[in-house]
């Protein structure tokens, strides 16, 4: 017995009366089409998700553009600081070193007499004031010294995982700080990137030494934003918190070195 063919009737009737028009559709052309509506419905949807997708990581990245741009426009103000510093500073020394010799030469200031004259005390007034830009300089040092402490967050986020010399836990160098994938980390103090790079532990990580002995280390990141050499101030963005290397999930692994020894990097983050 001959399968019988199945077919979907459409009828559109005209609103003053006049003769339907009828459609006969094969069920199989009428299945096809329906399933292809589906799928066409399907992949707009995923296009616009994939769109908006993109569209929030293009508004990330500007975003980190423009954060970058600041930071460097503020580092190079500290550098250019740095520079009038350093010529303050050899100027007062030159200036310290003619005084002292010439002080060698005149009465102590405890023993002078009666009708002192005047050039002596116009003296005790510029030595008052290279005291008082001495003061000035040793204050913006500390400044300096300051921003190569590593004592801010490299991220937002909560501490999963403490630094451990060893025992029960076993060896953990750093700390690692649970955050959302693609949250922004920052460099904690100001330093150079001494390395940028590959670990199989820590999947994608950076290396900044801060002088005085002092280094820090960002491991697991999705993406870096900076290269071996780069100057990077305090709070200068290096990268993005990711899933690289042996990790569980999203996180960062902060570690301090001091003198080539990692200590606990909590007791320095304010």
């Known amino acids: 017995m001959p399968k019988k063919k199945l077919f979907v009737t459409i009828q559109i009737l005209p609103d003053d009366l006049s003769e339907a028009w009828t459609f006969r559709l094969r069920y199989r052309f009428f299945e096809f089409l329906f399933y292809a509506t589906v799928l066409a419905l399907f992949a707009v949807g995923f296009a616009a998700v994939k769109i908006v997708q993109i569209q929030g990581k293009v508004l990330l ?41 010439f002080l060698a030469r005149t009465p102590a200031d405890s023993a002078r007499p009666a ?8 003296l005790d007034r510029y030595l008052e004031d290279i005291r008082t830009v001495d003061r000035r300089l040793e204050s913006k040092d500390a400044g300096l010294l300051k921003e190569k402490q590593p004592s801010i967050w490299p991220v937002k986020g909560i501490v999963s995982q403490r630094f451990s010399e060893g025992g029960p836990e076993g060896r953990h160098e750093g700390i690692d700080i649970l955050a959302g994938e693609n949250s922004l980390v920052v460099s904690a103090a100001k330093g150079v990137v001494t390395e940028a790079g590959w670990d199989q532990d820590l999947g994608r990580y950076i290396r900044v030494n801060h002088d005085f002995g002092v280094e820090t280390v960002y491991g697991h990141l999705a993406r870096s934003f900076v290269r071996t050499g780069d100057r990077v101030g305090k709070g200068f963005a290096l990268g993005l918190v990711g899933n690289t290397g042996r990790s569980l999930g999203p996180h960062l692994h902060f570690e301090i070195i001091f003198k080539g020894k990692q200590v606990d990097p909590l007791p320095y983050l304010q």
């Open 115 to 122: 009708g002192t004259p005047s050039w002596v005390a116009d």
């Open 61 to 101: 990245a500007n975003h980190l553009a423009t954060r970058n741009q600041e930071l460097m426009e503020q580092q190079r103000k500290m550098e250019l600081l740095e520079r009038e510093l350093a010529s303050v500073s050899e100027k007062e020394r030159a200036v310290r070193s003619i005084l002292q010799a």
